[in-house]
């Protein structure tokens, strides 16, 4: 089965530095991997997503993130962040031969003045 | 743009009743997916289904059954409502893709209160 884990439940950062939310997964097999973004409130947003080739997928907002195969890893980052940032990322990779995602707990971003 | 629209927003009912949760999608999306998500515990998929009156079941299934009538379509039913079913419930669709290689498109959830 697919895991996926979010090494940060909360990052706080101040406004306009630099950011990296961390995500793991484990699988024997080539796989999809998705992020995106719940703002308070609302459904979950498609940030970006890998499914072959380069390895930096960049996204909306400013966002991108690093496809790491021999680390299994997927780490999002913002070189800036702003206020609006602020909210729920979640990381999701593809269950092999189905259309179904397995989902990361979550990290809560709060950016501050 | 996909839009996915749940019936509701919030929902209060009470601890036996029979409740449906209703979501709609315009983009003509063969899946269809039901999650619930609780703080620390990320996304939970309850049942997906990939066609019209096909079903299969997610990661936590039980107490939970669902109803795919229509393309467009796809209810989730709480038999007899329990005060453990407290949450909120999200909706998504997405195209079939090669190996899981397309996104899912999430409606704004519903947050269901059960007294």
């Known amino acids: 089965a697919q895991s996926v884990t979010q090494l940060d439940s909360q990052v706080p950062v101040f406004e306009e530095a630099p950011v990296e939310l961390r995500c793991n997964y484990s699988?024997?097999?080539?796989?999809?991997l998705f992020w995106y973004v719940q703002y308070p409130n609302q459904g979950l947003q498609l940030l970006l997503k890998?499914?072959?080739?380069?390895?930096l997928v960049k996204g909306i907002n400013g966002f991108e993130a690093e496809f790491n195969k021999s680390q299994t890893s997927f780490h999002l980052r913002k070189p800036s962040v702003h206020i609006s940032d602020t909210a729920e990322y979640f990381c999701?990779?593809?269950?092999?031969?189905?259309?179904?995602?397995?989902f990361g707990k979550g990290t809560m971003l709060l950016v501050s003045p | 743009d996909v839009k996915v629209t749940q019936s509701s927003r919030y929902l209060v009912k009470r601890t036996g009743e029979k409740v449906f949760l209703e979501c709609v999608q315009d983009?003509?999306?063969?899946?269809m997916f039901w999650y619930r998500q609780d703080p620390g515990l990320g996304l939970r998929l309850i049942y997906f289904?990939?066609?019209?009156?096909?079903?299969e079941k997610g990661d936590i299934p039980e107490g939970y059954s669902v109803s795919r009538e229509k393309k467009e379509r796809f209810s989730l039913i709480l038999e007899s409502a329990s005060t453990n079913q407290t949450s909120m419930y999200l909706c998504?669709?997405?195209?079939?893709?090669?190996?899981?290689?397309?996104?899912?498109?999430f409606g704004d959830g519903t947050r269901l209160s059960i007294l």
């Open positions: 983009m003509d999306h063969e899946n």
């Open positions: 999701a990779v593809s269950d092999p031969g189905y259309s179904t995602l397995t």
């Open positions: 699988s024997s097999v080539s796989v999809y």
């Open positions: 998504a669709s997405s195209l079939v893709g090669a190996g899981g290689n397309q996104p899912q498109h």
């Open positions: 289904s990939y066609d019209v009156k096909m079903k």
């Open positions: 890998y499914l072959s080739g380069s390895t």
